[in-house]
Nanobody
Framework: QVQSVEAGGGSVQPGGSLTLSCQAS????????MGWYRQVPGKERQLLAT???????VISDVMKGRISVSKDIATDSMVLRMYNMEAEDTAVYYC????????WGQGTQVIVSP
C-alpha cells in the first residue's frame, strides 16, 4: 500500500511563503496522478493541485495564483510552494493520488498567523 510522507509545515506570517514536500514510494508519480490537498478541522478536504502522469500541473481554484507545484519522477517526489499566504490557509496539508485511492498520511500542519 502506497502512503506518501508530507513535510515542511510550520508557522508563517500572513503574506509569507512556505514550501512543502511530498515523498512517495514504489514509483508512484510515474504510475498515477498525484495531488496536494488540505483540510481545515471540521471542513471537507480540498484538492489544491493535480500532477498528472504527464507534464502538466493543474491548479484548482482554491489557492490559484498563490501556489506552484513541481514533481520529480526520478525521486518520486513533489513540492508545493505557497505564496502570499492568508490566515485561511491554516490547515493540514496532504498529498495523495487523484482520486485519493491511497491511505492518507499524517500530513503537515501549516499555521498562518501574525
Amino acid at each position: 500500500q502506497v502512503q506518501s510522507v508530507e513535510a515542511g509545515g510550520g508557522s508563517v506570517q500572513p503574506g509569507g511563503s512556505l514550501t512543502l514536500s511530498c515523498q512517495a514510494s514504489q514509483n508512484t508519480f510515474s504510475r498515477t496522478a498525484m495531488g496536494w490537498y488540505r483540510q481545515v478541522p471540521g471542513k471537507e478536504r480540498q484538492l489544491l493541485a493535480t500532477a498528472p502522469r504527464g507534464n502538466d500541473i493543474v491548479i484548482s481554484d482554491v489557492m490559484k495564483g498563490r501556489i506552484s507545484v513541481s514533481k520529480d519522477i526520478a525521486t518520486d517526489s513533489m513540492v508545493l510552494r505557497m505564496y502570499n499566504m492568508e490566515a485561511e490557509d491554516t490547515a493540514v496539508y496532504y498529498c495523495n493520488a487523484v482520486p485519493s485511492i491511497y491511505s492518507w498520511g499524517q500530513g503537515t500542519q501549516v499555521i498562518v498567523s501574525p
